[in-house]
């Protein structure tokens, strides 16, 4: 257990939709990332917070969005939803958002769109 | 920009066979360097990590060590079992980057009885 919890699990909704995922850090960790695996993009990152603060942004589109609450949960926003986003997306923790520091990954939320 | 290349697979092997996975890199600076391994159905665990040139890291008998002369951090086992079989993935990260992983495109393992 990596102490990352990712909600839902698995996501199914249709062309044009909007959903939104839900990453709960490990505690005491302040930076969150998140990063989405696809069969031909392979594991890409999207967008990474730090303390509230977003700090790097990543392959994302423009219909996606994210922020991190006070609590420093996380949230993914994915709209106007097409075929190609499904995907499994993947949150992560780390301390301090420093690059030697390992980053833990949740189990994910897989989204299929139909 | 920063790129992980490993070698595609699958690899199929008998159990107590030696694993090696390679993996080269392309960085601008100075990358830390991680193995992650994704059994089916979960997330990416950490395998290892090193942080600097000739750092060897290692875990549940896996072992890797950063080679800065030929950028590499091949990842080997020198007796896999069973419950090895999973992916595995090579990452760098980097502070002039934004310490976001960079992945390869991992490589399937699947070890035979």
């Known amino acids: 257990d990596s102490g990352v919890t990712q909600t839902p699990k698995h996501l199914i909704t249709a062309t044009g939709q909007r959903v939104t995922l839900r990453c709960s850090p490990r505690?005491?960790?302040?930076?969150v990332y998140w990063y989405q695996q696809s069969l031909d993009q392979g594991l890409q990152f999207l967008i990474q917070?730090?303390?509230?603060?977003?700090?790097a942004k990543g392959n994302i589109l423009e219909r996606f969005s994210a922020q991190q609450f006070p609590d420093l949960h996380s949230e993914l926003n994915l709209s106007s939803l097409e075929l190609g986003d499904s995907a499994l997306y993947f949150c992560?923790?780390?301390?301090?958002?420093?690059?030697?520091?390992?980053?833990?990954f949740g189990d994910g939320t897989r989204l299929s769109i139909l | 920009g920063n790129s992980v290349t490993q070698m595609e697979g699958p690899v199929t092997l008998s159990e107590e066979a030696f694993l090696t996975i390679n993996c080269t890199y392309t960085?601008?600076?100075?990358?830390?360097l991680f193995w992650y391994v994704q059994y089916p159905g979960e997330g990416l665990q950490l395998l290892l990590k090193?942080?600097?040139?000739?750092d060897k890291g290692s875990n549940k008998g896996f072992e890797a060590t950063y080679r800065k002369e030929t950028t590499s951090f091949h990842l080997e086992k020198g007796s896999v079992q069973v419950s090895d079989s999973a992916v595995y993935f090579c990452?760098?990260?980097?502070?002039?980057?934004?310490?976001?992983?960079?992945f390869g495109g991992g490589t399937r393992v699947l070890v035979k009885p």
């Open positions: 992560a923790s780390s301390v301090e958002g420093l690059g030697n520091q390992p980053q833990h």
């Open positions: 505690s005491g960790d302040l930076s």
């Open positions: 917070y730090y303390n509230g603060e977003e700090r």
């Open positions: 960085a601008t600076g100075y990358p830390s």
């Open positions: 090193a942080t600097k040139a000739d």
């Open positions: 990452a760098l990260s980097e502070l002039a980057a934004g310490n976001k992983l960079t």
